[in-house]
């Protein structure tokens, strides 16, 4: 059975009760604990997973990594006391989900600056982590790459000092052209389908966790832009965490 995922419904979850549906052996000694509902985000779309603790009484299970499996199973890994049945607490770790979230928003709003440009990119791929941020997208730099950097910098600050109250929707893939200048054909479809509303205009396809507002992103960097062979990468850094 699919695990519920909380935190597609939640922008701040980091807490919840859930009960242990399975614990298995791995072959590197750590156990691997399902559960029927979690708020603990499993790596994905370029945004890593959370850590934290699951309490059952005077047990702890110590949270060290999080996947998502095609059956959209959620499975924790990890050591510590944890028994099939029990009622559980969840407890993420709340430094480590603020910090990917951060990162994965600026993303956003990387592309949500070069929507505002009229830059003629098509969005690709993306990495959000304090070692590697950028995005991807298909189509050349039209003209001088450090002037094209300035410029979106600029407007990426305007958008933070706008501020924004972000909203979630749950949608079919198939209406979500209707918010979104880009839907990617590969949409996973072991979760449930939503979008972000970062303004009326600007709505992305993602199941990642987001800020409720994008000023909470802090000051955002463009660090380098590179351009070859028609795929250019727009590299950024969030100010404390990269």
């Given at each position: 059975?699919?695990?519920?995922?909380?935190?597609?419904?939640?922008f701040d979850v980091l807490t919840a009760q859930a009960t242990v549906m399975q614990v298995s052996e791995l072959d590197d000694g750590r156990l691997d604990v399902e559960l029927d509902r979690t708020c603990f985000y499993p790596r994905g779309g370029g945004q890593d997973w959370d850590t934290g603790v699951i309490r059952s009484g005077g047990d702890a299970f110590t949270v060290d990594e999080v996947r998502l499996?095609?059956?959209?199973?959620?499975?924790?890994?990890g050591a510590g006391a944890v028994s099939e049945g029990a009622g559980v607490v969840l407890e993420?770790?709340?430094?480590?989900?603020?910090?990917?979230?951060?990162?994965?928003?600026a993303g956003h709003i990387v592309d949500l600056a070069v929507e505002r440009l009229g830059l003629p990119w098509v969005p690709g791929k993306g990495a959000h982590y304090p070692h590697m941020s950028f995005v991807e997208y298909s189509g050349e730099v039209p003209g001088d790459i450090e002037e094209t950097r300035q410029r979106i910098e600029r407007e990426v600050a305007a958008?933070?000092?706008?501020?924004?109250?972000?909203?979630?929707?749950?949608m079919p893939v198939s209406e979500m052209d209707a918010y979104c200048r880009h839907v990617p054909e590969n949409i996973p479809t072991n979760k449930p389908a939503r979008i972000v509303l970062y303004n009326e205009t600007f709505g992305v396809p993602c199941g990642g966790t987001h800020v409720?507002?994008?000023?909470?992103?802090?000051?955002?960097?463009?660090?380098?832009?590179?351009?070859?062979k028609g795929v250019t990468k727009v590299s950024y850094a969030v100010e404390g965490l990269n």
């Open positions: 059975m699919a695990t519920e995922l909380l935190y597609l419904d939640d499996d095609e059956n959209g199973v959620v499975h924790h890994l993420v770790d709340g430094e480590r989900r603020s910090m990917n979230t951060r990162l994965h928003s958008v933070i000092a706008t501020g924004s109250s972000n909203e979630i929707r749950f409720r507002d994008v000023a909470d992103v802090g000051t955002l960097t463009i660090t380098k832009i590179k351009s070859k």
